[in-house]
């Protein structure tokens, strides 16, 4: 079993090649096995619903540590792929085919987008006291909702395969108003960092600006509308990812 090839790697696991059709998602070292068992019982429930995504298989354990053995999608991501040929409009327009598609289906038992946005506002150390608790009072004052929300839906977590798109990573999944899925996928796609280096920062804002923009208007979806939900996931983002 020692020629799995590690095709991947992230900030709790690692991917390897495992049997045909096939990859394993190897956790690190001390990560819970309850949080494990949670993202299995999660990816067998999204098993059953209807837009493209890697399917859940098993549990498995391999050299001491735990892992989930996960359908093997091949292709390049929409974040390389906008980055490689700079087309705003192609990137939008799968990005707006593919959302409504996760956000239609309601699953019981998910976690509130306000546990999520709270844990997050909660953590920020970057947050005076007061800041954190006008966070806070703005969370409290959002709308609850059923929807599933994807919570990380961004060009870095789809892949382009066979000219189809396939959503990745459903670590944040959650209930909330789809509004609030929207909104958390425009923060991301204009404000998040690239993985590498570019020569132009400003420049790059300005694309961000351009593909979130051309996101929204897709789904016909204004600033206005999401302008609630900002403010609270910009606070909740300083403590998920403080080193932005």
Not at 67 to 83: D, F, M, N, Q
Request: glycine share 6%; aromatic share 10%.
């Amino acid at each position: 079993m020692t020629d799995h090839k590690i095709i991947g790697t992230g900030r709790t696991a690692e991917v390897y090649a495992w049997e045909a059709g096939k990859v394993l998602k190897l956790f690190i070292p001390g990560y819970p096995q309850s949080a494990v068992e949670k993202e299995f019982r999660l990816g067998q429930l999204l098993n059953t619903l209807n837009f493209p995504k890697p399917k859940a298989y098993e549990i498995v354990s391999w050299q001491n540590r735990s892992g989930i053995v996960y359908e093997h999608i091949t292709g390049e991501s929409l974040l390389a792929w906008v980055l490689r040929t700079m087309d705003v409009e192609g990137c939008a327009t799968r990005l707006a085919a593919l959302h409504p598609l996760i956000m239609q289906n309601q699953l019981e038992g998910l976690p509130s987008y306000k546990e999520f946005l709270r844990w997050g506002v909660e953590k920020a150390t970057a947050l005076s006291k007061t800041e954190r608790e006008e966070a806070l009072q703005q969370l409290k004052n959002l709308p609850e909702g059923n929807q599933l929300c994807h919570g990380d839906f961004h060009p870095g977590n789809i892949l382009i395969h066979e000219d189809k798109s396939v959503v990745l990573d459903f670590m944040n999944v959650c209930k909330g108003p789809v509004l609030y899925d929207i909104a958390r996928t425009v923060f991301l796609i204009q404000y998040s960092q690239v993985p590498e280096p570019v020569p132009d920062p400003e420049a790059l804002k300005a694309f961000q600006k351009a593909l979130a923009d051309a996101y929204l208007q897709k789904l016909q979806v204004s600033r206005d509308q999401l302008q609630p939900y900002f403010a609270v996931i910009a606070a909740a983002r300083k403590g998920e990812a403080p080193e932005e």
